[in-house]
């Protein structure tokens, strides 16, 4: 879908019975269907669908002159299907060596673990994430609440960010060399990559981070605690001991009226003497003023004096919020089935007047591009 | 597949990249270039407020560690020692790269900066909004020097916009576009949102897939651009279904823990195993799954239950079907445990910790995942490798310089030198006034 956002036309070739993320839900349907599953729809935006049966012997020949006029053939799924249809692909790209073959499966195309079976929350716990994120542990240490996985298909979005890495690098390497080549992706190692300093802290220091509360995992447990405004949202808030942040909540908490230490000599002296207390000082301030006010004046404020604080939104806070709507974060998208528009997250970034992320197709029904991609393939 | 006539080669061949980027998200983007072969300049300061602040965080090579050691020599906790070069997460974030010290608050460095831009087709900053503007080196300014460059910016927000002018880091923007909230056990439990930055890392993926892009429309018509990447934006594109359901159904999003409420799927967690914090996930798909597994483990009593037969059945039950299978995998060695359910086809994993991955992973060893780099000061360390294989162009982390992260100003002899052309008297007069 990036590279569909990006201005490319992609062509998704799905059997009979429908591509298998047409079952994934949730869906506008009371019941599960293949043409309501929201998770299929945002993640196939602009793209076309042709119904053809890539192990059907048959449709070779389409599948043929598909291949000799594309840019890209991406492959993802399970072990054992990919590699199954890899063959064909690979004597395609013989008679048209500018094709990429990209191949995105959950442990990559060799190694001890090609085939072991995944899920999301699986490549999650192998790969790492799930072992830095979650709750503080008691005040011995010990755990009580399991590993978390954050919500939403990550595995699978870093699996898809580095498989667009990868395949624009291959696109470049063509401009020079004219030559194709072939891709071996693994959600697995891409999960891997996404964990910050937890290896370097394993590698360098031997050590291994703790998963805390809504911060950052560390190899002890660190003083901060999430927030709550007076209108009972969580906020994410910090003070740290740099001077720049202390003179910003003392301004905070001059305006709201509340006394503090912050900046007097006394302090100065407890934080030299005991930095421990002063974070707890500091942190016991923070909830003081955080309480004080509700979320979205707390957010103002503290903006306006140069702190770096947020609410914890739920992701719908932001449709009417107008930054993304100045910026064109959403594109509105037609679903004539529906009778309606609906807005979708589409861009990362903006060229300072509109979004460089293009989208203004609704995911395709099954098969509703399959004449007009079969009328081309016969042309040849 | 290839005909074998060439023997491949960098896909960004020739690409100059001046990275003004510090911290995370810009690193993280331009390091991707250089895997594939861009010459990345970095252009740092030397005064404390200027410099990168994970140079000097922790964790900090060894205090044994020289130039010709490195981890084969033992890990112990380090010290920084006084060196801005001694930061082991600096040097896994910025492989493959150029490092040159330049004072842009001094007029000769912006010249000189703009000397470097003339010969680039990159140009990556992630200050704050503003300030390359105050400097004159903005991207109206810098492509009257070069038309071609491509710009890019990364802030929290993004430059356009109702609140250009917030302060924001990775884990605010998580928290403002949604992602914190996502993540964690239902309500009235606080969300657990994530153990790190992770968009300072997302933000930069899409960058190196944007400037890549870029990159080849530059070559192919000789335009440039610019790009205002915004990390909160990002974090929308990855909030999954939640604002497009919430539209059709008016509900509030609400967590789910590890369950997965949009597929039939039941038990679906992390199970705890012996041993200290050690954890399984656990994943069942189907009802074939659920027998297998119920007769891996031996045909308890509880796991017969006719509640738990059907998915709709253990959907319903799951806290108890979860404190059941619990009792059971509490007694079970993880790795064990997660090969006796591969071999029956159900997908299990061990919740790996850094030292699991980086000391055990069967499968992270044989790809070569981890990459051995010299540095120039803390000797050889293994480096996080890029996640495909390319047959033609490979990624190599280790980039033009081979090396892992470079030590403050290493490169700028090459690139004052080298590349812009000054000579060793013209050098030392513009070190002598603080300018390189």
Redesign the interface.
């Known amino acids: 879908m990036?590279l569909a956002g990006?201005g490319a036309e992609v062509i998704k070739l799905e059997p009979r019975e429908g591509s298998p993320s047409r079952?994934?839900?949730?869906f506008?349907s009371t019941a599960p269907d293949k043409e309501q599953s929201?998770?299929f729809?945002?993640y196939n935006l602009n793209k076309k669908s042709a119904v053809l049966d890539v192990d059907d012997p048959d449709a070779q020949p389409t599948l043929a002159a598909l291949a000799s006029k594309a840019d890209i053939v991406l492959l993802s799924g399970e072990f054992e299907t990919v590699e199954r249809r890899l063959p064909l692909w690979?004597k395609l790209?013989?008679e048209n060596?500018r094709l990429i073959?990209c191949t995105i499966t959950p442990?990559?195309l060799?190694?001890?673990?090609?085939a072991?079976?995944?899920?999301d929350?699986?490549?999650?716990?192998?790969?790492?994430i799930?072992?830095?994120?979650?709750?503080d542990p008691d005040k011995d240490g010990?755990?009580d609440?399991?590993?978390?996985?954050?919500?939403?298909?990550?595995s699978y979005?870093?699996?898809g960010?580095?498989?667009?890495?990868?395949m624009?690098?291959?696109?470049?390497?063509r401009?020079?060399?004219g030559?194709?080549?072939?891709?071996?992706?693994?959600?697995?190692?891409?999960v891997?990559?996404?964990?910050?300093?937890?290896?370097?802290?394993?590698?360098?220091?031997?050590?291994?981070?703790m998963?805390?509360?809504?911060?950052?995992?560390a190899p002890s447990v660190t003083h901060a605690r999430?927030t709550v405004s007076a209108d009972g949202v969580?906020?994410?808030a910090s003070l740290s001991p740099f001077e720049r942040e202390q003179r910003a909540v003392a301004e905070l908490a001059d305006q709201v009226g509340i006394g503090h230490v912050l900046g007097t000599p006394e302090f100065a002296q407890l934080e030299k003497e005991d930095r421990v207390a002063a974070a707890i000082y500091r942190q016991d301030l923070l909830e003081e003023i955080i309480a004080s006010l509700p979320a979205d004046e707390i957010f103002k404020r503290a903006?306006a004096v140069?702190?770096?604080?947020?609410?914890?939104?739920?992701?719908?806070?932001?449709?009417d919020d107008?930054?993304?709507a100045?910026?064109g974060?959403?594109a509105t998208i037609r679903h004539p089935e529906l009778g309606r528009d609906?807005?979708?997250?589409?861009?990362?970034?903006?060229?300072?007047?509109a979004p460089?992320f293009s989208y203004t197709r609704r995911a395709p029904r099954l098969g509703e591009h399959t004449d007009e991609v079969l009328k081309r393939a016969a042309i040849r | 597949m290839s005909n074998g006539e060439s023997k491949g080669g960098r896909a960004l061949e020739g690409v100059r990249i001046i990275d003004l980027t510090w911290l995370q998200v810009g690193p993280q983007a331009t390091r991707l270039l250089a895997t594939f072969g861009a010459q990345v300049i970095r252009v740092e300061w030397r005064e404390r407020k200027a410099i990168d602040f994970i140079r000097y965080t922790p964790p900090f090579a060894p205090d044994h560690a020289t130039a010709d050691g490195g981890r084969s020599q033992g890990v112990t906790r380090g010290h920084a020692n006084g060196s801005y070069n001694r930061a082991g997460y600096f040097n896994n974030t910025n492989p493959g790269k150029y490092g040159i010290t330049l004072n842009l608050n001094h007029p000769k460095g912006r010249d000189l900066l703009r000397r470097l831009v003339r010969d680039a087709n990159v140009i990556c900053e992630n200050f704050s909004p503003g300030q390359m503007d105050k400097w004159g080196l903005g991207y109206e300014e810098l492509r009257k020097l070069n038309p071609r460059i491509i710009y890019i910016q990364t802030t929290g927000v993004g430059k356009a916009g109702v609140y250009k002018d917030y302060v924001s880091y990775g884990p605010t923007a998580q928290a403002f576009s949604g992602l914190t909230f996502l993540s964690g056990l239902p309500q009235p439990r606080p969300p657990a949102g994530w153990g790190y930055s992770y968009l300072d890392h997302s933000p930069g993926y899409f960058g190196a897939i944007m400037l890549m892009a870029a990159i080849r429309r530059q070559r192919l018509s000789a335009t440039g651009c610019y790009i205002d990447l915004s990390q909160s934006e990002t974090g929308l594109m990855l909030s999954g279904t939640s604002i497009i359901e919430h539209q059709l159904t008016g509900k509030p999003t609400e967590r789910y823990g590890n369950r997965m409420p949009f597929l039939d799927w039941s038990p679906h967690g992390a199970y705890r195993c012996a041993g200290n914090d050690n954890w399984i996930a656990i994943s069942i798909q189907s009802d074939e799954q659920w027998r297998a597994l119920i007769e891996e483990i031996g045909s308890p009593a509880w796991a017969l239950d006719a509640r738990f037969a059907s998915a709709a059945g253990r959907k319903q039950h799951e806290d108890d079907l979860d404190a059941k299978l619990t009792s059971f995998t509490t007694g079970c060695e993880r790795y064990d445990l997660m090969n006796r359910l591969q071999a029956r086809g159900i997908p299990a994993g061990v919740v790996q910790k850094a030292s699991d991955r980086f000391d055990r992973d069967p499968q992270l060893k044989a790809r070569g995942y981890y990459v051995d780099l010299p540095h120039s000061e803390i000797g050889t360390w293994p480096i996080e490798g890029f996640p495909a294989k390319l047959s033609r162009s490979p990624a190599n982390v280790g980039g033009p310089t081979g090396r892992a992260a470079p030590k403050l100003g290493e490169d700028n002899e090459f690139v004052f030198g080298k590349l812009v052309g000054l000579s060793a008297a013209e050098m030392a007069a513009l070190s002598d006034e603080g300018v390189i």
């Open positions: 990036l990006l079952g994934i839900g949730p506008a929201i998770f729809w945002r690979c790209a013989e060596p073959v442990f990559g060799d190694g001890p673990y090609r072991l079976k995944a899920t929350l699986v490549q999650m716990a192998l790969g790492g799930m072992a830095v994120c979650g709750y010990a755990y609440t399991p590993p978390i996985a954050p919500a939403m298909w990550h979005h870093l699996g960010e580095y498989a667009a890495v990868a624009m690098a291959a696109i470049n390497f401009e020079l060399s030559e194709g080549q072939f891709i071996d992706v693994s959600v697995h190692e891409a891997n990559t996404c964990t910050e300093v937890a290896i370097p802290s394993y590698v360098y220091a031997g050590q291994v981070v998963r805390q509360t809504a911060r950052h995992a999430l969580f906020m994410l903006q140069g702190l770096a604080w947020s609410p914890i939104r739920r992701p719908e806070d932001n449709l107008p930054h993304f100045a910026r974060s959403f609906l807005r979708y997250p589409s861009t990362v970034a903006s060229d300072g007047h460089h």
